[in-house]
């Protein structure tokens, strides 16, 4: 990841060099590309190639060599107002699938573009690693328990936040631990992702901010009535493709698209929450057993599937407003929240 993000080419074994588009600071070239189905859909090429899942890889081939500035008109959805007319392209057979889709997914953990010239001209010094090496990466058994201390909030005064880490993951998830933990009573759980403008900035266009403050305050609630509650609060931001991949959607949002195809035209999943990682810190902290508090039956299917026994599922929906009405709209129709 540290090689995507300083625009270093990846030597996957049993695969060609791949020169990842958005970072690439050198004059790089290649007769192909490899981006992903969703993309590729975007591109009119869902008629060449089944394209509806968005971590499948897709290779494809121009009419002329991607230069830099070709690839990154075919990387970048931001690009497609100023370069309408692409193509004409074709969907090639893909011998190393394995080893594309392991790319598309570090790209996506490392929040660039999931884009890449194949065996690319004048490419650098590669990192060389295995398809497998993901996996192990990724493995949640991995994550232990780092430190802990009181940490007073305004919600709780009483709260205990505790850290976790992975060897070789530098995002650090924690957990906020309100009233006593008891094993005779399950805790109140939110899982909440990362959101920098939602829980920092205060941001309208989603409600991420205001449904963290009120989840706080319903744990210490429960608490003050001999229960408790675990805030599980991770650095997934934006469910898992980044920052800068977000404020990505948000732009496209702005030309009209929801916040599903927003994605869908970045070649990003619009769900890449890592619930693995989530399940385990529960089973760090002791606990078997939990009342999730989710509008969305997916996320208890999700931890239900990770061995977290989900007794409640507690309803945890908020007013919209006008800049989030939309989006609000768009998670109940097309993500099946459970919303008014």
Request: with cysteine.
């Amino acid at each position: 990841m540290d090689a995507l993000r300083h625009g270093w080419p990846l030597a996957i074994e049993g695969a060609p060099l791949l020169q990842p588009v958005e970072t690439a600071f050198s004059d790089v070239s290649g007769e192909a590309m490899l981006i992903s189905a969703t993309r590729a859909a975007t591109l009119k090429l869902a008629n060449q190639r089944e394209a509806a899942a968005p971590r499948q890889p897709v290779l494809l081939r121009g009419a002329e060599t991607f230069d830099l500035p070709a690839a990154l008109g075919v990387a970048d959805p931001a690009l497609d107002l100023q370069n309408p007319m692409k193509g004409p392209f074709k969907a090639l057979t893909l011998d190393w699938e394995e080893q594309a889709r392991t790319a598309l997914e570090l790209a996506r953990i490392a929040g660039i573009l999931p884009a890449f010239i194949v065996d690319p001209h004048g490419a650098g010094e590669a990192a060389s690693i295995e398809a497998g090496d993901l996996a192990a990466f990724t493995d949640p058994q991995r994550l232990r328990i780092a430190t802990r201390a009181k940490l007073p909030v305004a919600a709780a005064e009483g709260a205990h936040i505790v850290a976790f880490r992975s060897p070789d993951d530098t995002r650090e998830h924690v957990a906020l631990v309100i009233g006593e933990q008891r094993a005779d009573k399950a805790p109140l759980v939110r899982l909440h992702s990362e959101c920098l403008t939602g829980d920092i900035l205060g941001s309208l266009k989603c409600d991420c901010g205001p449904q963290l403050d009120a989840a706080l305050h319903a744990m210490s609630d429960e608490a003050d009535k001999g229960g408790w509650g675990v805030l599980l609060y991770m650095r997934q931001e934006g469910r898992g493709i980044g920052l800068v991949n977000k404020l990505r959607a948000y732009r496209l949002q702005d030309q009209g698209f929801d916040t599903v195809d927003a994605n869908t035209r970045l070649g990003l999943p619009d769900e890449a929450r890592d619930f693995p990682t989530a399940a385990r810190m529960l089973e760090l902290l002791g606990v078997k057993e939990i009342r999730l508090m989710t509008n969305n039956p997916a996320k208890v299917e999700a931890l239900s599937a990770e061995g977290v026994t989900v007794a409640e599922r507690v309803p945890h929906s908020l007013p919209d407003n006008p800049h989030n009405a939309r989006y609000l709209a768009t998670k109940r129709d097309r993500a099946g929240h459970i919303l008014p």
